[in-house]
């Protein structure tokens, strides 16, 4: 677990330092998936579903705010109604308009949720949104997911009758309004579909916001329960054809997705919960406070050392002492081995050193002063050690 602590913190400070590049980079991938999904679903213009034009499109939203997403993948499901009818393509942006009207000039921010709840339902992952927005959302957020909702019937009843409206004439215009039309307000799917993400949205809210121990937990496990069994009750009574592995393997999938969201959004250590008690004039507090688990990210700190070599003519004293006075210099040699520069020898000769201590505290061992002396220095300069050991020797 600290392993993945220390890996969400390092993602945090990677996305913190790097924002202005990664958030451009995540619009753009995530216009071209919705913009390659909506040419490959429909397609009926073949001027539009040219790699070159979502590509540009793309690179475009990356510096766009993002509900400029939005704007294009609707222009871009347009433009193909109205390459297979201009009814089709009128029918379409009434819906449009009748969901910003009346529902996303409300929730304005989660308007990113109408594009990926559809995408999600077209990659078979339908379970996904309502369970997220559920925790990280409002109960307006079932507003934008039913929106959502609409705007992937809508796709999936011009994809159905594409065939029938070609074979249709251009004095047919009724026909198509009204097919389209009762295709739309006639889905029984499209209404279990709504009813169980609007539930699932506000089960799921309330539950994460109780005060019990892993309820983000709870409430995901529940909402995918709740959203399941509503879809698998409309199936039995207006037979919407939902395949029950499908339904499975998706909420398998949903619990994933949300146990992911949880750890970056809402990771706590419940182990270490606390209960405080306190009153003010008015009121009397009751506080349990809970801890999020933190781990401060391992910074490796590379220390060099820099060894300076010293010249062969130099010789070495031992830390903090420097030449003694009355000591002179009176002559050098130095000699080389056969190894090369492996070693040298520097000798001199030195003067003696009279002790400063009171007559009676001197060496007792030492009953004359020396008259004279040689220092015999001896360093190593091999070359496959970057330090040099050096060796001082009186005689």
């Known amino acids: 677990m600290t392993a993945l602590l220390e890996l969400r913190e390092n993602l945090k400070k990677i996305y913190s330092r790097n924002e202005a590049f990664i958030t451009p980079v995540i619009k753009f991938l995530l216009s ?5 999904i909506i040419n490959g679903k429909m397609g009926y213009m073949t001027k539009l579903d040219n790699m070159a034009i ?3 499109v793309s690179l475009l939203c990356s510096f766009l705010p993002t509900g400029f997403i939005v704007l294009f993948a609707m222009m871009f499901s347009l433009l193909h109604m109205y390459a297979l ?15 910003y009207l009346l529902f996303l000039r409300f929730t304005a921010k989660e308007a990113m949720v109408v594009v990926l709840t559809p995408v999600l339902c077209m990659l078979k992952l339908p379970y996904v949104m309502p369970v997220a927005m559920g925790l990280i959302g409002t109960p307006a957020s ?3 997911v039913s929106c959502g909702v609409v705007v992937y019937y809508l796709l999936q009843t011009v994809i159905t009758n594409a065939p029938t409206i070609n074979s249709m004439g251009a004095e047919e215009a ?9 295709g739309i307000l006639g889905s029984k799917a499209m209404l279990v579909t709504i009813v169980a993400f609007t539930i699932t949205v506000i089960v799921v809210y309330l539950i994460r916001r109780m005060s019990v121990d892993h309820s983000w937990t709870i409430a995901m496990i529940a909402g995918v329960m709740i959203e399941v069994l509503i879809l698998l009750v409309g199936d039995l009574m207006y037979d919407t054809n939902l395949s029950i592995f499908s339904a499975l393997l998706g909420a398998v999938v949903t619990v994933l997705v949300c146990k992911a969201i949880e750890f970056f959004r809402f990771c706590l250590d419940y182990s ?5 008690q306190f009153e003010d004039d008015e009121y009397y507090y009751y506080v349990k ?22 010249p062969a003519n130099q010789t070495a004293h031992p830390a903090g002492q420097g030449r003694p006075s009355g000591q002179s210099r009176s002559g050098g040699q130095n000699v080389r081995s056969a190894e090369g520069s ?28 020396m008259t004279g002396g040689r220092s015999v220095t001896i360093s190593s300069d091999h070359m496959a050690q970057d330090d040099s050991d050096d060796y001082e020797e009186l005689f």
Do not use: W
Request: charged share 20%; glycine share 4%.
């Open 272 to 276: 270490r919960t606390e209960k405080v």
């Open 85 to 99: 009818s201009l009814e089709t393509a009128a029918v379409g942006l009434v819906v449009f308009l009748l969901l």
């Open 54 to 56: 979502v590509l540009i």
């Open 342 to 369: 492996a070693r040298s020898v520097v000798t001199e000769r030195t003067a003696p050193a009279r002790s400063s201590a009171p007559y009676g505290q001197q060496n007792p061992y030492r009953g004359r002063e």
């Open 142 to 144: 079932c507003v934008s």
């Open 32 to 36: 071209f998936i919705v913009l390659s």
């Open 289 to 310: 406070a809970v801890p999020k688990m933190t781990v401060a990210a391992q910074t490796n700190t590379v220390k060099k050392i820099n060894t300076q070599r010293r």
């Open 174 to 182: 009724t026909a198509k309004l009204r097919l389209l039309i009762d």
